[in-house]
C-alpha cells in the first residue's frame, strides 16, 4: 500500500535513481534556470500540487522545481509500464511523495491515483488526462474540482480528451494545453518522440533499420519525428494516414503513402503513433510477412489490437528478449509486439532525452506558475500556454546552446506593422 511518503519498488534504489536524476538535470537548462527564479520568488507557497506523469528522471526534475517553489508535491505514473523505479525511489528520499512501480496492475495504477488526489490538490498535473477524468467521474471527486485552480495537460491525447469535455459540456476545472504550445509540440514530439521511439525499438530488437520497410502510422507531430529518423537511418518508410492533408505532406516529404490494408503486405517493422484506437487489427495481422515486429508510440495500448492478436495466435512465446512477445499465428507465420503494445519508448527505453524535455517541463513549470496567479479567474475550458512564456522558454534554451538569433530594427518593426506600402 505504501505511505503518505509513497509507494516505490524499493527505497534502496535511490541513490542509483539520484545519479540518474541529476545526469539529466545537467542536460536540462532551461528548467534550472526556472527551478532557480522558482527558489528565489516562491511562487508556488504553500500549494499542493498533484501530478500524474511519466515517473523519469526528468519528471523528478520537474517536481524538484515546483517543490524549489514553495509547493507541496506528490507524483503517480500516467502509465503501468514507463516508472524509473530507481527515479521513484530517488524522489520519495528527497522528500516527495512518489506513488509508482513499474508493471503495476490496473487496480494499483488506480490506487495511486487516487493517493495524489487524497491531498487535495489546487493544481494537477497530467500526460493523458487519467487524473482529471478520475476527478470527473467519481462521485468522491465531486468537490474537488471546485478548488482546483488549473489543470495542466502535457500530451496530445489528453488534449483530445479535454477538448471532447469542453465541446460536452462537461468539463469543471480550467485545463492548460501545455502540448499544444510550440515549444512543447515542435520539439518533444517531433524530436524527442523520433529519437526515443527508435531508440527503444533497438535496445528491444537490435535489428538493423538500414533497407528494412518501416510502416508509420499516423503523420502528426510523432509520426513525422519517427518517419523522419528511420529515413536518417536507411530505411524506406511507408505513411499511412485517415487526414488527406497530412497523407499529401507525407507524399511531398517524399514518402510512400497508401493504406494499412496494402501496407501490412511490405512492412518488417510497424510503428502507430495514431492516438486512435485499433489501427492494426486482425485482418492486418494475418496479411504480414513472417518475422514482421509491432509496436505503438501513441500514448494508449489501443493502437495495436492485442486482445485480436492474442485470441488469434496458436502460440505465444513471452519475453523471447526483454520486452518482446512472438505470437504464432494459424498460417504458420510469427509475428513480434514489443512492450505489450504501450508505449515502445519509454516501455523499453528512457523516453526522451533529457535535453528536450527540458524544454517541455519549463513550458508546464511557467504555465503552471502562470494558472496559479490567476487561480480563480480562468473559465472552466482548455486554455493555451500564453505566448510569453514560450519565447521565454525559446530565448533562454538558444542562449544555452550559444546560440544568437536577430533582432527587428525599429524600421523592420514599423513596415511589419504598416499596411500601406503595397506594390
Ligand atoms: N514523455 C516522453 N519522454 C518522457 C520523459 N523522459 N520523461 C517524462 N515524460 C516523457
Given amino acids: 500500500m505504501g505511505s503518505q511518503r509513497g509507494d516505490v519498488k524499493d527505497l534502496k534504489l535511490a541513490a542509483v535513481g539520484k545519479k540518474r536524476v541529476d545526469w539529466a538535470e545537467q542536460h536540462m537548462p532551461v528548467l534550472r534556470k526556472v527551478q532557480e527564479i522558482f527558489a528565489r520568488t516562491q511562487p508556488l507557497k504553500g500549494m499542493k500540487l498533484s501530478a500524474c506523469l511519466h515517473v523519469t528522471a526528468e519528471t523528478a526534475n520537474l517536481m524538484r522545481t515546483f517543490k524549489a517553489g514553495g509547493a507541496e508535491v506528490m507524483l503517480c505514473a500516467s502509465n503501468p509500464l514507463s516508472t524509473q523505479d530507481d527515479s521513484a525511489a530517488a524522489l520519495v528520499k528527497e522528500g516527495i511523495p512518489t506513488f509508482a512501480i513499474r508493471g503495476e496492475d490496473q487496480k494499483i495504477y488506480y490506487r495511486h491515483l487516487r493517493q495524489v488526489l487524497d491531498q487535495k490538490p489546487v493544481v494537477t498535473l497530467d500526460d493523458g488526462a487519467d487524473l482529471v477524468s478520475l476527478l470527473h467521474t467519481d462521485p468522491t471527486y465531486a468537490k474537488q474540482t471546485e478548488r482546483i485552480c488549473a489543470s495542466m495537460e502535457e500530451t496530445t491525447t489528453g488534449v483530445i480528451r479535454l477538448r471532447s469535455m469542453e465541446k460536452n459540456g462537461v468539463l469543471k476545472l480550467p485545463v492548460v494545453a501545455v502540448n499544444d504550445a510550440d515549444t512543447k509540440y515542435l520539439f518533444d514530439n517531433r524530436y524527442g518522440t523520433g529519437q526515443s521511439t527508435i531508440d527503444g525499438i533497438l535496445r528491444a530488437t537490435s535489428i538493423l533499420l538500414a533497407g528494412a520497410t518501416v510502416v508509420i502510422a499516423g503523420y502528426g507531430w510523432c509520426g513525422k519525428g519517427v518517419a523522419m529518423r528511420a529515413r536518417g537511418m536507411g530505411a524506406q518508410v511507408i505513411v499511412t494516414e485517415i487526414n488527406p492533408i497530412r497523407a499529401l505532406e507525407a507524399a511531398m516529404d517524399g514518402f510512400r503513402v497508401m493504406p494499412m490494408r496494402e501496407a501490412v503486405r511490405e512492412g518488417d517493422l510497424f510503428i502507430t503513433l495514431t492516438g486512435d484506437t485499433s489501427v492494426i487489427r486482425k485482418e492486418h495481422f494475418l496479411q504480414m510477412k513472417d518475422g514482421a515486429i509491432l509496436c505503438n508510440s501513441g500514448h494508449f495500448d489501443v493502437e495495436i489490437d492485442v486482445k485480436a492478436l492474442t485470441a488469434l495466435a496458436k502460440a505465444v512465446e513471452k519475453d523471447i528478449r526483454s520486452n518482446v512477445d512472438g505470437y504464432l499465428l494459424p498460417n504458420g507465420r510469427r509475428v513480434y509486439l514489443l512492450g505489450e503494445g504501450r508505449l515502445v519508448n519509454l516501455a523499453a527505453a528512457e523516453g526522451h532525452p533529457a535535453s528536450v524535455m527540458d524544454m517541455s517541463f519549463a ?51 514599423q513596415y511589419l506593422a504598416s499596411w500601406e506600402f503595397g506594390t
Fill in 363 to 413: 513550458t508546464q513549470a511557467l504555465a503552471a506558475r502562470w494558472a496559479a496567479e490567476n487561480g480563480g479567474k480562468l473559465a472552466h475550458c482548455v486554455h493555451l500556454v500564453p505566448k510569453d512564456i514560450e519565447e521565454q522558454v525559446a530565448t533562454l534554451k538558444l542562449a544555452s546552446m550559444g546560440i544568437k538569433c536577430d533582432r527587428l530594427t525599429s524600421e523592420q518593426k
